[in-house]
Antibody, heavy 119, light 107 residues
């Protein structure tokens, strides 16, 4: 079974830092791009970042560029996102998702991990 | 950034109805358009990729069409289990923006 499991969500103060992880299983991990997507409770989906199969290419949403860093360890089948200078507007459920074979669609998603930025 | 606009924002329908949701892109995206279904408290699930290709395991009552800037998701005969929020997403250029969502509930 293809699985993605996020972890690391927590309550953090504004200006703080957090690292989220995404553990993958059930597929050849180093063949696929991995994305992060977030969702403010009760709101829509916002694409956050992606990392290529080898980590050589990373892309970010304007809202997080310069504060978030995505990385991967193919030996551990894992992707991380380091989140710095957190703002209250970063409060959301964060999902990792695997890119599929068709036109950069996201064909497998984790269940999400919750980040709350609050004083 | 490419803006994605869905309509309607919400709608009510009955079991057995034909349902159509529209998504428009602010610039041409060829067929780099995907549709997702999200049920309350769950992660989104891919329904349609590349505008019209049905994801494996998705019922054939779901279909997608369009290219360029105008796309549609159609449910041919609505079933109760289809009630959810639907999102389009462009994957033509980063940032891979989503539409604001269409919430579908029972009439």
């Amino acid at each position: 079974e293809v699985l993605l499991v996020e972890s690391g969500g927590a309550v953090v103060h504004p200006g703080g830092s957090l690292r989220l992880s995404c553990a993958a299983s059930g597929f050849k991990f180093d063949d696929y791009m991995i994305h992060w997507v977030r969702q403010i409770p009760g709101k829509g989906l916002e694409w956050v970042a992606l990392i290529s199969w080898d980590g050589g290419d990373t892309q970010y949403a304007d809202s997080v560029r310069g504060r978030f860093t995505i990385s991967r360890d193919n030996s551990k089948n894992a992707v991380q996102v380091e989140m710095n200078s957190l703002k209250t507007e970063d409060t959301a459920v964060y999902y990792c998702a695997k890119e599929g074979i068709g036109g950069s669609s996201l064909d497998v998603w984790g269940k999400g991990t919750t980040v709350t930025v609050s004083s | 950034d490419i803006q994605m606009t869905q309509s309607p924002a919400s709608m009510s329908a009955s079991v057995g109805d034909r349902v159509t949701i529209t998504c428009r892109a602010s610039q041409t995206i060829s067929t780099y358009l995907n549709w997702y279904q999200q049920k309350p408290g769950k992660a989104p699930q891919l329904l349609i990729y590349a505008a019209s290709s049905l994801q494996s395991g998705v019922p054939s009552r779901f279909s997608g069409s369009g290219s360029g800037t105008h796309f549609t998701l159609t449910i041919s005969r609505l079933e109760a289990e289809d009630l959810a929020t639907f999102y389009c997403q462009q994957s033509y250029r980063t940032p891979y923006t989503f539409g604001q969502g269409t919430k579908l509930d029972l009439k």
